[in-house]
């Protein structure tokens, strides 16, 4: 089972940015799909950007053209780059290792490892 361990979580003004980082333990191009999960108190788990081993994306509705998912294949690590920052955006960001990929809207299976989470504030 592949560890992960995001990092680059804080508190950022609106507007702002952060990146956040995903260390995988093995190689990323062996596993499915990577993706980010976040979790707001109160709220379900959403899927926000997804990444394919192919190096496909896919992005929610609600972050389209503010995030951007990429990788970098020799450090086994997934980034979130995060744009213009809204308050909306608070909560706690995971990484997830797809356990495979399917179609249509729920395209992305997630899988059983998943990192520590890191929070992410949004505030003025």
């Known amino acids: 089972q592949v560890q992960l361990v995001e990092s680059g979580g804080g508190l950022v003004q609106p507007g702002g940015s952060l990146r956040l980082s995903c260390a995988a333990s093995?190689?990323?191009?062996?596993?499915?799909?990577m993706g980010w999960y976040r979790q707001a108190p109160g709220k379900q788990r959403e899927l926000v950007a997804a990444?394919?081993?192919?190096?496909?994306?896919n992005y929610g509705d609600s972050v389209k053209g503010r995030f951007t998912i990429s990788r970098d294949i020799a450090k086994n690590t997934v980034y979130l780059q995060m744009n213009s920052l809204k308050p909306e955006d608070t909560a706690v960001y995971y990484c997830n290792a797809a356990r495979g990929v399917g179609s249509g809207s729920n395209w992305y299976i997630p899988g059983d490892s998943w990192g520590q989470g890191t929070q992410v504030t949004v505030s003025s």
């Open positions: 990444i394919t081993n192919g190096g496909s994306t």
């Open positions: 093995k190689s990323i191009i062996s596993i499915y799909a």
